[in-house]
């Protein structure tokens, strides 16, 4: 046994050469509770990411250690404490959550390290609390409502009830569809969120058939998507009650629905800033190498993650290390890598300027639900809070 | 010296780490485990003020961290205000001598409006209205959309006190740790008051002292008001220590966390809770930092130990520790 | 007022206040009769929806799936009487919270390793999927109806089972006194297992229930947990017509506060804030209402008459 033990310790001491520098990224998700599965799927893409650069940003190694919010904005702010004190990490990254964000951002920033958000976008964040160390590889929450928005004017929609979960993304996400919607907003309920979120809709669904509007726009994120859906698909709502949701039917959702049989999901559409089908190399290597890894379609959530790793290994080479923090958040404006988005920019709030889809749920040829694009919605969209971001 | 024998000597011990750790892991460059420190001392005061009624009154009050929830917005609601304005004017603030006092007053007037209340309810029926006033507590700021309701409510300034700045760690953390050892003789001075032993007293036998002519009903409700009010000052640091304050503080399972220290640590003592809330933060870090994919399970021993704890180690760890010093 | 959403929203209301009760029914008998404080009663639930998800795939039915899950979660709780509960019957009630608190941890724990964290979806069988239109334009989903039938069968099932057999002749008599029912030569320890059980198998159907609506995952008890508590508190420990009763009456506050407090609050304050504040306040709600009968009929409002 001693042997053995002994066999191992320097198995690993040779492994790890003394020499190779690592670069340190701290990668913040919800691990535990409902919302796990989002979390898995980002922490999959991040391997994904890892494998596919051979392991090295550079001549660095890249070492990324996971950590878990348990859907909470206290416990996501005390494990980016630890990443930021204890494991001394040159960038956090992740964050599915707006309000987890909110309550680390100062964390990370005030100890002159990088925050990179991989899907939270709260407004905030995008105008008056941006920061030169601050990037985003997501969006900021109201873009993908308000491309909704045009696709529902376009649509001919009148009148529109909103339900959506009561916590920072939940108000921006509504906040966003009422920017661009044109039609009234005849009803409006927020719901519980968090560790015991609200998952049962049967008195606001009961509203929202009773208000008589044109159509229900929702956004019920990870496991609580599945969720509505099928109380939605019980209620029979499909043919008076039309739905569009933003960032509720998705990877996530599509392959529980699917085995739940509720066929009713087919066919409805949502926005969204990337979606697997969309064609370039990059995102083909990803999509490709998630499936035969993991056996399922990748998310958005993955597809993000999977950016910013490339991102930060990007700029990690450019600057030649991590210890010029000048030349680092230079090289990581530039933005210099294969997204899986094809073109990748940053405006001036370190938020990508991007193009927005309008994606549909279909069958693939093997006939696994998934999504496809079936239009354009923006091209090269600003969100709206850039002009109040002055960063010195 | 008869305070160093028996549970005299872990009252030591644990203060002298107390006092000595910090300072090396500053200077080893272990800010975490200075944070850990922090947290811990703090928890630790909430977890003596709990031992007051719940190990010396037989009070078991499931409802803890409302008080240090409220304790933490009476830091942050201020500084909020200082900051994006509206409020009445003398809320504007961030200055110590308006937040602190605040915590304990606010504290203390929930502690008396809820304990005149509570205190006319006994054994479990204790334990779930006082659960009830937490969770009244909880939705109430959840539905405060100004102070972030669910999303909680960054403090961007933390308070500011002439003799101590909190956003110097180590010295934040001493002042935590001063506060700790000033809460412990408070307490230790109650316990061994003549309050005290009526408290006591009524723990054991109520009708006795009732018919020894004490109110009983009111020496409950002051201790229930003091323990009130000590634990909204931990609640102050709490908000000043974290920068961020949710109404997640004041859940019901924080309230449970709590007993457990005071449990773990052994409640018929007054540095008990102390070595609970030690076992508790570092435990629970150890844990939880656990390699992949053990990390992520460690609810699982955590749970495990709760429960052998109960079962097996009656009188908490300083029993355990000192059952041959003792007997 | 629109009438058909009125009744539609008390129906709703029904519906959840039966899943109330049947969480906590089985927590006031354990409660009332071994005075026992079982806060991880609420894990039993998510047991139960687990343990039916599953064998909904295996068997590809989920009818039969609750059936065999019954049992199965029955078996769990008699585990874990055996193990963790029985101790603790002579022990203080804080000594019990602290104990189940810890029986959360680790129910909550084996559930994400045996089911993994993402939470698992039950399919229905075709015909109770769709909906029924009720008279007056009325029109409810099957499944929410079923819900309501195997409810207030549950509870009539039970009633006859306390009032009417000898099983629940001891049930009571061991609420009200239970050295005379060890004195009587009866197996007290057994009967403790088996009300547990009867307990754990009462929180699994609901779970059952409710995961074909939400799902089965992670935590889903911690949330009913302690509205269960409001309920047997408000209809008085012990009491079963009293679980009933009060479980239906927060099922309808609840519901009815979701539905109709935004517009009653927009009266008096802004639409947004009302919009904001109307969810936490009918939360807020039943915990005054617990609060009240605490302080001033701490028996509650129907208490067992044999006491």
Redesign the interface.
Known sequence: MKTLLATAITASLLAIPAYAESVKIGFVTTLTTGAAAIGEDMKNSVELAVEHLGGKAGDMDIEVIFEDDAFAPESGKQVTDKLVKQDDVDFVAGYIWSHVLLASRKSVLDADKFLISTNAGPSQIAGKLCDKNFFSTSWQNDQTPMAMGEVLNKMGVKSLYVMAPNYAAGKDMTAGVERTFEGEIVGKDLTKWGADAQLDFSAELAKAKASDADGLFVFYPGAAGGAFIKQYDQAGLKDTLPLYSVFTVDAISLPKLQEAGLESVLGSQFTQEWDPTLDNEANKKFVEGYKEAYGHYPSYYGAQSYDAIMLIASAVEKAGGVDDKDALRAALEEADFDSVRGDFKFGTNHLPVQDFYLREAVKDEDGVWTTKVVDTVYEDHVDSFASECSMD | MTMLRGRGWITAIIMILLAVLPPIFVATG????L?LATRLVILAIAAVSLNLI?GYGGL?S?GHAALLGIGAYAVGIPAHHWLYGGGPEWLQTTSGWLQFPLAILAAALFALVTGA?CL??R???F???T???A??MY??I????EYG????L?I?QRSELPFVDFSDPLQQYFFCFVSLVIVLLLVRMIVNSRFGMVLQGAKGNEERMRTLGYNVYAYRLTAYVISGAMCGFAGALLGNF???I?P??MD??RS?EL??MV?LGGASTTVGPVLGAVVFIVLEHLL??LP?PL???W??P??????IV??FVRGGLTTLLTRRGDR | MDTSLFIIQLLNGIQLGLLLFLVASGLTLVFGILDFVNLAHGALYMVGAFICASLTYATGSFILAVIIALPLTAAVGFVIERLVARPLYARNHLDQVLATFGLILVLDTAAHLIWGPQGMAVPLPEFLQGQISLSGGLVLPTFRLVIIFTGLAAAGGLFWLVNYTRLGMLIRAGASNRTMVSALGINIQLLFSLVFALGAALAGLAGMLIAPITEASIGMGNSIIITAFVVIIVGGIGSMKGAFLAALMIGLIDTLGRSYLDEIFSLVMSPVAAENSAPAISAMLIYIIMAAVLAFRPQGLFPPKVR
Not at chain 2, 30 to 33: E, L, S, Y
């Open positions: 272990n800010a975490f485990w944070d719940l078991v499931f209340i006319r309810t054994g479990v029926y334990i779930m209205i659960m009830a006033f969770q009244m939705y109430l959840v539905s405060i959309e309701g669910d999303d909680g960054v961007d974290t920068t961020f949710s997640e503080m019901w399972q449970g007993m457990f449990i939880s930092s992949e990390g992520v399970y609810h699982l955590f749970g495990l130990l709760l429960i109960v079962l």
